[in-house]
């Protein structure tokens, strides 16, 4: 990167710190008008350094800003300054995490993180992991791992049994994306009911087993979740670890939104038993905070990784053994060094700072469900020990309410629905955000909400 770069990098960054702050909500441009309002176009002819830089800070700052206090829309926010430096160390080092001979001590770096993961999770000698693009990507690598395990000749035969995935009703898209990608089908998904705080029913769990064996189908695969996507409600590992063990299953625990609840003496209680389950992830751009993307995937025994995804190659591997050379359990070749964001904010605030990182959202969360408690203009639709607040303002229409604070830049906020109710999604999933900011929410959509109500409350009559 030459001076002149670097130097309007850091530009352009403390404009957009100092624009985070004075416009928390960029004004969005409507999708539609995207390319006539900004010039994104690429041409031929090569651009002066003053009009490069002029369009990419057009862009930069018509961007949504994801690290502002009022933004709390999709499980993830805020900055963590340590990892951001990380990130950007790792940008510069460019290394590509699947041999020792290009990363080096960044293989170190990666495994450190993936060991004291498992031996907090109290995975045995065994337990080995990797580090995946995303939650999903985690998934996937899970549920690989279990179909191949679930008959040795699989990886080179193909699916040739009709083999099933239980997951709850509530659970990640994920899940049935992965059951279709992974050559099983989607209609090999068995949707497991939840009770009435989104948790999967185990009862009903068995059931459905018991009834596809009887069918002489394969069940291979059950999915608990750490922190549902709309509710962050929390399966109960136990039960589910004895019903799997009972029927020979392997059983993954998705915590990419609230696994990271591992950190936290108080709520490590909410995934008791995770030690039972065959493998686990944890996404740490969203409760821990790193920027996008850093999901852990861990599972009991490395055999199973390297099954599934090691594969001879002579002009990758040529020096330094297999456990070195990480390319031989991880899905793809070239691929980003997503763990030093994570090991230089843990080695910063040390794994006191995560564990108080993961209480203060649960903490906001409280105040949160507090203030809608004592409030009767409010519906709260969600239960404690969450980091997602569920609630109606005035019987409003969720998504029209969420929409239209989007539209003129107030707030960003999503919503969701469980049991046929619509609701707004409210996450305190931004560690650097306080009460004031909490409270500044709620009063900010009500001010909005009373000034517009009637509009707001207005039925559709568009002909869609
Ligand atoms: C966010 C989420 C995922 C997907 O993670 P990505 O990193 O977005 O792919 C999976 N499961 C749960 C429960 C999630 O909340």
């Not at 090999?188 to 948790?199: C, H, L, M, S």
């Not at 915590?255 to 065959?278: H, N, P, Q, R, T």
Request: with cysteine; net charge negative; hydrophobic share 40%.
């Amino acid at each position: 990167m030459n001076k002149k770069d670097l130097s309007q990098f850091q530009e352009i960054v403390s404009q957009l710190l100092q624009a985070e702050k004075d416009e928390p909500v960029v004004k969005p441009i409507a999708a539609e008008k995207l390319f006539d309002q900004l010039d994104l176009s690429l041409e031929k002819a090569p651009l002066d350094d003053e009009s490069f830089y002029q369009s990419l800070k057009e862009i930069v700052f018509k961007t949504p800003r994801t690290a502002s206090n009022k933004f709390f829309n999709q499980l993830f926010g805020g900055r963590r300054s340590k990892s951001v430096l990380g990130d950007l160390v790792a940008v510069m080092l460019n290394n590509s995490m699947y041999t020792y001979k290009v990363a080096g001590p960044m293989v170190g770096v990666e495994k450190v993180i993936i060991k004291k993961v498992c031996n907090m999770i109290g995975y045995g000698e065994m337990a080995d992991g990797t580090i995946a693009t995303g939650g999903s990507m985690s998934n996937f690598t899970a549920m690989v791992m279990a179909r191949d395990a679930a008959n040795a000749n699989l990886t080179t035969a193909g699916v040739e049994q009709k083999m099933i995935v239980y997951t709850s009703a509530d659970s990640h898209y994920s899940i049935a994306k992965n059951t279709a990608l992974i050559g099983v089908g989607r209609d090999q998904v068995r949707f497991i009911k939840t009770d009435e705080y989104g948790k999967m029913i185990s009862e009903e769990l068995e059931k459905q087993i018991i009834k596809d064996k009887t069918e002489g189908l394969l069940p291979f695969f059950v999915n608990a979740t750490a922190g549902t996507t709309v509710m962050g409600a929390f399966d109960d590992i136990k039960a589910a670890s004895a019903i799997s063990k009972k029927h020979n299953l392997w059983l993954h625990v998705d915590g990419a939104y609230c696994g990271a609840v591992i950190f936290s003496e108080k709520y490590k209680f909410l995934v008791d038993g995770l030690e039972l389950s065959d493998s686990f992830s944890v996404n740490a751009h969203k409760m821990l905070g790193t920027p996008l993307t850093c999901s852990i995937i861990v599972c009991q025994n490395k055999e199973h990784l390297n099954h599934s995804f090691s594969n001879d190659a002579t002009y990758l591997y040529q020096t330094d053994g297999d456990d070195y050379n990480l390319g031989k359990t991880s899905f793809q070749c070239g691929r980003r060094n997503d763990a030093l964001k994570l090991w230089t904010l843990w080695k910063s605030v040390g794994s006191d700072g995560l564990e108080k990182m993961v209480d203060h959202q649960f903490k906001l969360a409280d105040i949160a469900r507090e203030y809608i408690q004592n409030n009767s203009d409010y519906t709260l639709y969600s239960y404690g020990d969450s980091v997602s607040v569920c609630f109606n303002y005035k019987g409003i229409p969720a998504p029209k309410l969420c929409t239209a604070l989007y539209q003129n830049a107030e707030l960003v906020v999503g919503f969701g629905s469980f049991n046929d109710h619509e609701f707004v999604r409210f996450v305190t999933i931004n560690p650097d955000n306080n009460k004031e900011e909490i409270i500044a929410f709620f009063n900010t959509l009500e001010a909005f909400a009373n000034k517009h109500f009637e509009e707001l409350m207005e039925v559709e009559t568009t002909n869609s």
